[in-house]
């Protein structure tokens, strides 16, 4: 099992920044890609950001140029950088970590943390 506890989320101007953090512990065995996804209401979760443990990153149209994930594999931790934030980031932002042991693959995801930005 992967425990992922999300912290940095809150309330931000349009035009600011937030960093989220995220940090894994439990078995680590067979993590390779950690991500952010987020949800806001009345819309289905979608990705912002994912990275490999060997530093590959993909980004959500959406975000590009204004986000960036990082990853510190030695303290299992993952960070979104959020800056330029506009109101339609508005949502409940997820970590996730994705085990593949072939041919199981698992998904783990935090609790969520609110991210609010105000016009």
């Known amino acids: 099992q992967v425990q992922l506890v999300e912290s940095g989320g809150g309330l931000v101007q349009a035009g600011g920044s937030l960093r989220l953090s995220c940090a894994a512990t439990g078995v680590m065995f067979g993590i390779d890609v950690m991500g952010w996804y987020r949800q806001a209401p009345g819309k289905q979760r979608e990705l912002v950001a994912r990275i490999t443990s060997a530093g590959s990153t993909n980004y959500a149209d959406f975000v590009k140029g204004r986000f960036t994930i990082s990853r510190d594999n030695a303290k299992n931790t993952v960070n979104l950088q959020m800056n330029n934030l506009k109101p339609e980031d508005t949502a409940v932002y997820y970590c996730?970590?994705?085990?593949?042991?072939?041919?199981?693959?698992?998904?783990?995801w935090g609790q969520g943390t609110q991210v609010t930005v105000s016009s």
């Open positions: 996730n970590a994705i085990r593949f042991v072939s041919p199981t693959k698992s998904d783990y």
